[in-house]
């Protein structure tokens, strides 16, 4: 399942995925509770990016935490994964500052959060420069960065 509100999302995702509108400023946590999953990644996106291999070590690290975190370089995260139905204890903002040390201090116990190596999110126009046209997907990323 795919979370957004891009116009248009349903013309570029994977043939199946179902998309669900997120209203502005509803909480992750609702958002997790209206999935139909085992399982859920919410990627940020301005993390184009994103290697496939984190988004599996993400759910590689589900097997022994509650909640997984790709935690961006300069803050927040670019990525979470979690079973569903989400942890009661845990009320994420993934553009907190450091959400790793929130999250931990909000579980029963610091190891139900565990963490992924980091990756970097897109958010000034000088962060572009860190694409690497050299990735699988680039066209794309390419196409919805000239759309603008």
Same mark, same amino acid.
């Given at each position: 399942?795919?979370?957004? #509100?891009?116009?248009?999302?349903?013309?570029?995702?994977?043939?199946?995925?179902?998309?669900?509108?997120?209203?502005?400023?509803?909480?992750?946590?609702?958002?997790?509770?209206?999935?139909?999953?085992?399982?859920?990644?919410?990627?940020?996106?301005?993390?184009?990016?994103?290697?496939?291999?984190?988004?599996?070590?993400?759910?590689?690290?589900?097997?022994?935490?509650?909640?997984?975190?790709?935690?961006?370089?300069?803050?927040?995260?670019?990525?979470?994964?979690?079973?569903?139905?989400?942890?009661?204890?845990?009320?994420?903002?993934?553009?907190?500052?450091?959400?790793?040390?929130?999250?931990?201090?909000?579980?029963?116990?610091?190891?139900?959060?565990?963490?992924?190596?980091?990756?970097?999110?897109?958010?000034?126009?000088?962060?572009?420069?860190?694409?690497?046209?050299?990735?699988?997907?680039?066209? #794309?990323?390419?196409?919805?960065?000239?759309?603008?």
């Amino acid at each position: 399942m795919l979370a957004t #509100s891009v116009p248009g999302l349903d013309d570029i995702v994977w043939p199946g995925t179902e998309v669900i509108t997120i209203a502005e400023g509803e909480p992750l946590r609702t958002t997790l509770a209206r999935l139909k999953a085992d399982q859920a990644a919410v990627i940020c996106a301005d993390a184009p990016d994103l290697p496939p291999l984190l988004v599996g070590k993400l759910f590689r690290e589900l097997g022994r935490a509650e909640i997984t975190i790709c935690p961006a370089e300069n803050g927040g995260a670019v990525a979470m994964a979690c079973a569903l139905p989400a942890p009661e204890w845990a009320e994420p903002d993934l553009d907190a500052y450091d959400v790793v040390k929130d999250l931990r201090a909000q579980a029963p116990g610091p190891r139900r959060v565990a963490t992924t190596p980091g990756w970097h999110r897109l958010r000034t126009p000088h962060d572009l420069a860190r694409l690497d046209p050299g990735l699988e997907g680039w066209e #794309s990323t390419r196409a919805l960065i000239t759309a603008r």
